[in-house]
């Protein structure tokens, strides 16, 4: 398959404010494509597109929404074409999670999780895949997670959302992948970035934590080679066959002991 050229593309990347959203918009920067920027922190995204505009000489546009709010990605989609940047490439990378146990954990915040990590997704993808089919070529990446390929106790919302997006993003990359279009979902295990501070506790985290570098160059690799989802790490990818290997309750009992937490939290 054919390696992409991201010069003069136009990018929409979603969670670009920070973490491996951040670090995608860095990259692709530097690889001369014109991006729009997006997440609810304004000041942060509006000095990140001035910086990567004026060091890249490329177009980079802050784009503000609240991603759980009903129709804030399809309007997000509508705002960035008026601006020129119909996405040719679209990285749907926001995403949150909550911890503790289910019955404590408020339902409004679970249904925000769902709602930025699931429906923000499949709203962006469905306004993009037109222009990209029309033009008989684009790429969408999915940021999923490990947390895709096992339930997790404690984390029964953000496990299921994952496994939603891994699900959504392999459904399509076979249903467009005939009409050029590639979609791929990234599968990161815990990574270094502010995402164990939004979940608020540490042991939601397993294992050493990777660069948002290492996660987006492997991200672009697999896009490259056209695959339909990519595991970054070689542990993450061993710990990823276990659920394959292992009896299903085998797995459920292994994960709540590795997550179980050390004190009731509700967040
Ligand atoms: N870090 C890990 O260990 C890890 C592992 C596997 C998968 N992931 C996934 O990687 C993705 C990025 O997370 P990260 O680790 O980079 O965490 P992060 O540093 O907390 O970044 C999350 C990004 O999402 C944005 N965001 C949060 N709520 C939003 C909303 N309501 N509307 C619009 N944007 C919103 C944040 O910006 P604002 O706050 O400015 O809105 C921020 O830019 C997520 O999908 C996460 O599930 C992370």
Request: proline content about 4%.
């Amino acid at each position: 398959m054919r390696p992409l050229n991201y010069r003069n593309t136009a990018i929409m990347i979603t969670g670009a404010s920070s973490g491996i959203g951040l670090a995608f918009a860095h990259a692709l920067a530097a690889r001369g494509a014109n991006l729009t920027l997006v997440a609810r922190s304004g000041d942060k995204l509006s000095s990140l597109a001035q910086e990567l505009a004026h060091r890249h000489s490329i177009r980079a546009h802050a784009l503000v929404a609240d991603l759980t709010e009903t129709g804030a990605a399809s309007d997000a989609h509508a705002r960035a074409s008026a601006l020129g940047l119909t996405p040719n490439i679209l990285i749907n990378n926001a995403g949150f999670a909550t911890y503790g146990h289910f019955d404590t954990l408020s339902l409004e915040r679970q249904l925000d999780e769902i709602s930025l990590n699931c429906r923000a997704v499949v709203e962006l993808s469905h306004a993009a895949l037109p222009a990209m089919l029309k033009q008989g070529e684009g790429s969408i990446i999915n940021v999923a997670s490990t947390a895709a390929l096992q339930p997790l106790p404690y984390m029964a919302i953000y496990g299921a959302t994952k496994a939603f997006v891994l699900s959504f993003s392999e459904a399509l990359w076979q249903e467009y992948r005939a009409r050029g279009v590639r979609v791929l979902a990234v599968c990161p295990g815990a990574t270094d970035t502010a995402f164990f501070d939004v979940v608020g506790a540490a042991e939601a985290g397993v294992g050493t934590r990777m660069a948002t570098d290492t996660v987006v160059n492997a991200s672009l690799q697999a896009l490259d080679r056209g695959q339909s989802h990519v595991v970054p790490g070689g542990a993450n990818r061993m710990l990823g066959w276990l659920p394959r290997m292992l009896p299903r309750q085998t797995i459920l009992q292994i994960v709540a002991n590795m997550l179980r937490p050390r004190h009731r939290v509700s967040i």
